[in-house]
């Protein structure tokens, strides 16, 4: 079964922001946070995952759900787990369609950088999830 989480808060503020994008002018300070405000009220960050479970490991050839992976560090890392969980998160389709309008290429940058901070955030909020679940520490054992 697939979840989705798609109540995702974004709590990333402002000077959060400044910070990462080291914008010291003032016209620049000002057109940021407009496109931040925007940005925030716009983005609806998702999560999906799955659990699925790890059937064989033989050399390099990782099984897991039926599904078959060459690797030797995924068969390295996966020794003695039973269990995984395929996961992706995103800053959302909303922010993502509405930051490719921008033509200019620093703004852009600065859209695409405010875009990671929600991605992270987003992360964060699917690793809190699983740990709340009582199955992140589960992972760790």
Not at 43 to 54: D, G, H, I, N
């Amino acid at each position: 079964m697939i979840h989705k989480l798609d109540d995702i808060p974004i709590t990333t503020t402002f000077e959060q922001a400044l910070q990462k994008l080291r914008i010291e002018e003032p016209e620049d300070i000002e057109l940021v946070s407009k496109l931040f405000e925007t940005a925030r009220d716009i983005a609806k960050p998702k999560a999906l995952y799955r659990e699925a479970y790890v059937e064989e490991i033989s050399g390099r050839n990782v099984r897991i759900n039926g599904q078959d992976f060459e690797s030797a560090v995924l068969a390295m890392q996966l020794k003695n787990i039973h269990r995984v969980f395929a996961y992706v998160c995103t800053c959302g389709t909303e922010v993502d369609d509405w930051s490719h309008i921008e033509k200019d290429y620093v703004v852009s940058l600065w859209l695409d950088m405010i875009k990671e901070m929600f991605l992270h955030e987003a992360n964060a909020f699917f690793m809190n999830h699983l740990k709340m679940c009582g199955i992140y520490r589960a992972l760790q054992e």
